[in-house]
């Protein structure tokens, strides 16, 4: 995040607060079907390992880049955005990497037409996620709009997070999970898209996080029906 405007008029250790909350949701969600199986993580393969690292590299650099701004150690804080050109790569690759995965050992078994569907998800999560980064990116001497696009790749990570959770303590159906977790992310996001609007600044951003959302939940409705069997279709093919 590269600060343009007066640090008193950005509510740094809030947003720093905001990216913790979701990394104890994560946590939260994680912690049967993953952190409990430390140190041995038996019939863990190395794919995951790599996927979780990098998620919990990127909520780091999340939660740490607002709070050096806000102590005004702003060389540390340029050092850790460069370093972003390499982790936000590695970061859509364990995510490409364990989608692969999952595709291949689906639990339960899936149908062809399923596994499709499926890549309806983490398919276009990765796309999303791109898409934040390089807006961000490309925002980065906007303080704005910067940290409003780093926010929705946060957003995007309280999904795998609160979904489990959903499952695993409240029993609650894949599908039924899938879709609380979307209406979540909606109504976060429309939530900081309302506040740009009442405080009359720039609403832009938010609004494509929030459009970007909104796609993702449709075409996870649609995911069994054209024409997300021939896009995701051909996903398969060629990537995997």
Sequence with gaps: MQPTTSRSHVPYGRVSLFFFLILLVVTWGFYKTYIIFFPSFQG????????GAMMMIW?????IQPLLIRAGRLSIHRLIG??????APLVVLSMFLITKFSYYKPVPPLSHQEKIGGLALQAIDIAQFALFYCLAIINRRNTYNHMRY????????????LGRAFIVYYNIPFDAAIAYIFYVEIAVCAAFLLSDILRKGSFRANAIVLSAIVVHFLLWEFRLHQPWQSIGGLIAAYLF
């Design 82 to 87: 460069r370093l972003s050109f390499i982790i």
């Design 44 to 51: 863990f393969r190395p794919v995951q390992h790599f996927h």
């Design 59 to 63: 909520m780091a650099l999340l939660i």
């Design 150 to 161: 780093m926010i929705g790749t946060a957003v995007m990570m309280i999904g795998p997070g």
